[in-house]
């Protein structure tokens, strides 16, 4: 095995980690304990030795092992067959975007689902897989850029949380710009690629899940709590892309020039962007008054269908803020008002 840094084995710990926690959430257990019973009874049909008396998944979450764990991997696959597909590209495809081979066109681009629909991010892979299926009609990059910050912007004003498939999104059409603006300098203006990703980490679902990816110990502690010896997954996923900025502004001098600051604001400006533009401007740069003024409600009615949806086989329904019960309420039409309504009734 070719010898690994300290940072690449924070990143199969990371990868081991975001494997592991997904897998306890989707059997319904609460902790490792009762992840190990519960791996104990399904395995019994393979003879395997015991994994919860040993504390088998808590070694593991607490990065006890000395090489990628490529062995529990396919051990895993055994009973939750997109195992091995989960620990290499990640919750949401997020290590996919990371870390993935950018040059690879299969790689990258299919994670931008706003190349097809504004809503792309909030749809789950089944309903995704299918409306990728009928749409025919395929964005430009830089018309995919625009479109997916625009969708950002607007899930700010009505306080819309966002999930983690935007972050991959956002990485991705990242990178991306990175990609092309090597190879030539792009006519595409990039420089919103980094917002997005920006507002991504800023958005408190996002930083929570990022932050479950953590050791045992790490997860008792608040997130905003000091930083011990070891990243979390927040941390990490941030820190890579602070590094991934700084590299670029100092080393691609088109596009310093299409961000707009001097080579001393470099830090600065990598460690939150978002201060450095005036929402108003923004709104302005994007040009989207005309282009998205329906976006918020369509997502509105989305997410209200998906709260039906999980009432109807009996699952709690997600909360909603007070702002986008008012916005749902208010903006968005009676069709969405009338399932809310169905959803109470339950």
């Not at 764990?69 to 091995?84: G, N, T």
Request: aromatic share 10%; hydrophobic share 40%; proline share 6%.
């Amino acid at each position: 095995m070719a010898h690994q840094s300290a940072k690449d084995f924070e990143v199969v710990k990371l990868r081991t980690r975001a494997l592991i926690t997904t897998l306890i959430r989707k059997t319904g257990c609460m902790n490792t304990n009762q992840f190990g019973d519960w791996v104990n009874r399904e395995s019994e049909k393979f003879g395997w030795p015991d994994t919860q008396f040993s504390n088998k998944w808590y070694h593991l979450l607490r990065g006890s092992f000395k090489k990628p764990p490529l062995d529990v991997v396919s051990m895993l696959c055994r009973l939750f067959p997109e195992a091995e597909a989960l620990y290499h590209d990640g919750p949401a495809n997020l290590w996919r975007a990371l870390w993935g081979d950018a040059s690879d066109p299969t790689v990258l681009w299919p994670l931008c689902h706003t190349r097809f629909c504004n809503l792309g991010p909030w749809h789950d892979d089944v309903t995704w897989r299918e409306l990728e299926a009928e749409h025919l009609n395929e964005r430009t990059f830089g018309e995919t850029l625009r479109a997916f910050e625009g969708e950002l912007l607007w899930a700010e004003v009505y306080k819309e949380p966002l999930t983690l498939g935007h972050l991959t999104e956002a990485i991705a059409l990242y990178r991306l710009h990175r990609t092309i603006n090597r190879l030539a300098v792009s006519d595409v203006n990039g420089s919103g690629a980094y917002r997005c990703v920006r507002r991504c980490l800023n958005d408190l679902d996002i930083r929570s899940e990022l932050y479950s990816y953590a050791r045992p110990e790490r997860k008792r502690r608040a997130p905003m709590s000091p930083p011990d010896d070891e990243p979390s997954g927040f941390e990490l996923v941030r820190d890579e892309l602070v590094e991934m900025e700084i590299h670029r502004l100092t080393t691609e001098s088109s596009y310093l020039a299409s961000v707009g600051i001097q080579s001393h604001q470099v830090w600065p400006y990598s460690d939150d962007p978002i201060p450095w533009t005036e929402t108003d401007a923004l709104w302005d740069l994007l040009n989207l008054d005309g282009a998205t003024a329906t976006a918020m409600p369509k997502i509105a009615e989305s997410r209200a269908a998906a709260i039906l949806e999980s009432a109807k086989v009996g699952n709690p329904a997600p909360v909603l803020s007070l702002q986008t019960e008012d916005f749902l309420s208010g903006a968005s039409g009676h069709n969405v008002v009338h399932i809310l309504s169905r959803v109470r009734e339950r």
